[in-house]
């Protein structure tokens, strides 16, 4: 019932920014939470962002934490990935997804979620 897709991926510079979006359709939006994974080539998706359905409340992975924003947009269905200060270890194919309303702090895990996008490949160059 519910498509996700990505978008905003490229290659950047080290210390670059880029913003990722990902644009729902199919279902009310606005109800859920949302997340951001990412997968490096030979290794296990990683939890990146999420965000409550509302957009008051946000978590971050130690690792990009003061550097990625995640974000949403209700009125437009979708929600963004904005990422300063790249480095080339954040090199990885980005997957958003809606969560099936799980405890905020289970958002971690990729069980959480029901829905997910395709993927958008962010390559960070030195």
């Known amino acids: 019932q519910v498509q996700l897709v990505e978008s905003g991926g490229g290659l950047v510079q080290a210390g670059g920014s880029l913003r990722l979006s990902c644009a729902a359709s199919g279902r009310t939006f606005s109800t859920y939470a949302m997340g951001w994974f990412r997968q490096a080539l030979g290794k296990e998706r990683e939890f990146v962002a999420a965000i409550t359905w509302s957009g008051e409340r946000t978590q971050y992975a130690d690792s990009v934490k003061g550097r990625f924003t995640i974000s949403r947009d209700n009125a437009k269905n979708t929600v963004y990935l904005e990422m300063n200060s790249l480095k080339p270890e954040d090199t990885a194919v980005y997957y958003c997804?809606?969560?099936?309303?799980?405890?905020?702090?289970?958002?971690?895990?990729?069980?959480?979620?029901?829905?997910w996008g395709q993927g958008t490949q962010v390559t960070v160059s030195s």
């Open positions: 997804a809606q969560d099936r309303r799980m405890p905020w702090e289970l958002l971690i895990q990729e069980f959480s979620y029901n829905y």
